[in-house]
């Protein structure tokens, strides 16, 4: 079993930037962020393996970095250049055995 709690959401301005967090328990889990918009199906973002391997979406190559912190469980998601339709509700994810989800982080970007 693992648990994903999520932070760092929020408001922000076109051509900001947010960093998300994902603090999980237990170890050696791929990792990753997807996302969900009003009307849309949820979609992978990015995600990354325990040993570092990286793998994102062709809407945030450039603009995103994932990351994480193997002895502290926790994964972050850096978002710059952020734009409006970057707006969603940000989910962490990991996958060991099967998959398992934290509850979700509002990113909203507008002026």
């Known amino acids: 079993q693992v648990q994903l709690v999520e932070s760092g959401g929020g408001l922000v301005q076109p051509g900001g930037s947010l960093r998300l967090s994902c603090a999980g328990s237990?170890?050696?889990?791929?990792m990753g962020w997807y996302r969900q918009a009003p009307g849309k199906e949820r979609e992978l973002v990015a995600k990354?393996?325990?040993?570092?391997?990286?793998n994102y979406a062709d809407f945030v190559k450039g603009r995103f970095t994932i990351s994480r912190d193997n002895v502290k469980n926790t994964g972050y998601l850096q978002m710059n250049s952020l734009k409006p339709e970057d707006t969603a509700v940000y989910y962490c994810?990991?996958?060991?055995?099967?998959?398992?989800w934290g509850q979700g982080t509002q990113v909203t970007v507008s002026s």
């Open positions: 994810w990991a996958w060991r055995q099967s998959d398992y």
């Open positions: 237990g170890s050696l889990y791929t």
């Open positions: 990354i393996t325990p040993g570092g391997i990286t």
